[in-house]
């Protein structure tokens, strides 16, 4: 079975700051990994997903992740935060034989001018 | 035109009401979802549906229906709804195989009375 625990259900960061918003999961097969953000009103979108070809992802809007296999972590980053950027961020997890993706509880990041 | 739409948008409703919510998709993807997002727990995963003759419950079933019309469209059905139904409701799709990113529509606000 998989499954994905975000620390942290709310983040703030200053405007200009380094954003990280950490994920650990727990698969026992190799796992697909995404990264996904919901803007207010809106449904989800794709940041990035790892899917074993490289484990340093980039993905839309300057957001990185690092897939971390001793440290079973895949946390998202982002060197120098935008006002827009503040949206709720859901972690997941699929396992390399199935189609149903498994969600985080979601973290909200703020952005403080 | 948005890829994934969802009708209708926003609904109260009274206990015990049946009601249906609607997904429509132009992506061609085989596979459709619903989900059901409260704050704090993330996304729950309600039915899915790999072709329009399977159909499977997810991990919170009971109270919940589904009906797949054609590929294109896949609707959510509250027989009796409850107060506890009062949720954001997401639909979502994604070509077949493990690792494919899921597609969301902008999701149903329900509140039940």
């Known amino acids: 079975a998989q499954s994905v625990t975000q620390l942290g259900s709310h983040v703030s960061v200053s405007e200009g700051a380094l954003v990280l918003l950490r994920c650990n999961y727990s698969?026992?097969?190799?796992?697909?990994l995404f990264w996904y953000v919901q803007y207010p009103n809106q449904g989800l979108q794709l940041l990035l997903k790892?899917?074993?070809?490289?484990?340093l992802v980039k993905g839309i809007n300057g957001f990185e992740a690092e897939f971390k296999k001793s440290e079973t972590s895949f946390h998202l980053t982002k060197p120098s935060a935008h006002m827009s950027d503040a949206a709720e961020y859901f972690c997941?997890?699929?396992?390399?034989?199935?189609?149903?993706?498994?969600f985080g509880s979601g973290t909200r990041l703020s952005i403080r001018p | 035109d948005a890829d994934v739409t969802q009708t209708p948008r926003n609904r109260i409703t009274k206990t015990g009401k049946r009601i249906m919510l609607e997904c429509s998709q132009t992506?061609?993807?085989?596979?459709m979802y619903w989900y059901r997002q409260d704050p704090g727990l993330g996304l729950r995963l309600i039915y899915y549906?790999?072709?329009?003759?399977?159909?499977n419950k997810g991990e919170i079933s009971d109270g919940y229906s589904v009906s797949r019309q054609a590929q294109a469209k896949f609707s959510l059905s509250l027989e009796s709804a409850i107060p506890n139904q009062t949720a954001l409701y997401f639909c979502?799709?994604?070509?077949?195989?493990?690792?494919?990113?899921?597609?969301f529509g902008p999701g149903t606000r329900l509140t039940v009375l």
């Open positions: 698969s026992s097969v190799p796992p697909y």
């Open positions: 992506k061609g993807h085989d596979r």
């Open positions: 997941a997890v699929s396992a390399s034989s199935a189609s149903k993706i498994i």
């Open positions: 549906s790999f072709d329009v003759k399977d159909i």
């Open positions: 979502a799709t994604s070509v077949g195989g493990a690792g494919n990113e899921q597609f």
């Open positions: 790892y899917t074993s070809a490289a484990t």
